[in-house]
């Protein structure tokens, strides 16, 4: 059973363009979360989905960022039109279980972003 | 104020000590408590977990809540080369979870 899996592992865009970053959960396990690490600020909650339905979208900012999580296929975090501070490491959790028993969510490997 | 504070380190000690890490927050409803170890260019692992106040153990890595002071902590006896890396500590409150910024261990063999 493969773990997480999370492609691109290194994205870099220039400024203004979009990046896609992919999530395929762990086999059997609906419910995924999207995270994004900055040095030194520890992992902030994005977005948390379950297949074709967005849960909990707080940590989103409200322009350029999208997520989905389609029935068939990967979840996808698109960010439009990035700007420097986009440049970031973006993980991705999946889980078995709905968030209230939330406690064994594994982490994909990541996604490193990089804006030129 | 942040909802959750974690001193970054770096720490370093030498192989075989008992290394404590320790993490603070200010939100009264967190009930869920977990640590994260994670490795250079790598995603978060899930070490231990903990709800509410309490103990928990598991081999040489222990988690301890207290609640009262909103204050957690791990422990790792024995600590090994390989524990080496960066320690996140998270909580919840059963509805979003928020991470330490991490610590950084160093073992020295």
């Known amino acids: 059973n493969a773990g997480v899996m999370q492609n691109p592992r290194h994205l870099v865009r220039r400024r203004g363009q979009e990046a896609r970053l992919r999530c395929s959960p762990m086999?059997?396990?609906?419910?995924v979360y999207w995270y994004r690490q900055l040095p030194e600020e520890g992992l902030k909650f994005m977005v948390y989905?379950?297949?074709?339905?967005?849960?909990?979208e707080s940590g989103m900012p409200k322009e350029r960022f999208s997520a989905e999580f389609p029935k068939e296929g990967p979840s996808i975090l698109r960010i439009q039109q990035v700007v420097r501070g986009d440049s970031a490491a973006y993980f991705c959790?999946?889980?078995?279980?709905?968030?209230?028993?939330?406690?064994?969510?594994?982490f994909g490997q990541g996604t490193r972003l990089t804006v030129v | 104020q942040k909802e959750v504070e974690q001193d970054p380190g770096p720490l370093s000690v030498p192989e075989g000590a008992i290394v404590s890490l320790n993490c603070t927050y200010s939100?009264?409803?967190?009930?869920?408590f977990m640590w994260y170890r994670q490795y250079s260019r790598k995603g978060p692992e899930l070490l231990m977990y903990?709800?509410?106040?309490g103990n928990k153990e598991d081999g040489r890595f222990t988690a301890q809540v207290d609640k009262s002071s909103k204050y957690i902590s791990l422990f790792i006896r024995d600590s090994q080369p390989s524990d080496s890396a960066t320690y996140l500590c998270?909580?919840?409150?059963?509805?979003?979870?928020?991470f330490g910024t991490g610590t950084s261990l160093t073992v020295i063999p």
């Open positions: 086999k059997g396990h609906s419910h």
């Open positions: 998270a909580m919840s409150t059963g509805n979003q979870f928020y």
């Open positions: 989905l379950q297949k074709e339905n967005i849960i909990d």
């Open positions: 959790a999946s889980s078995p279980y709905d968030r209230v028993m939330n406690t064994e969510a594994f």
């Open positions: 939100n009264s409803a967190f009930q869920y």
């Open positions: 903990t709800y509410s106040s």
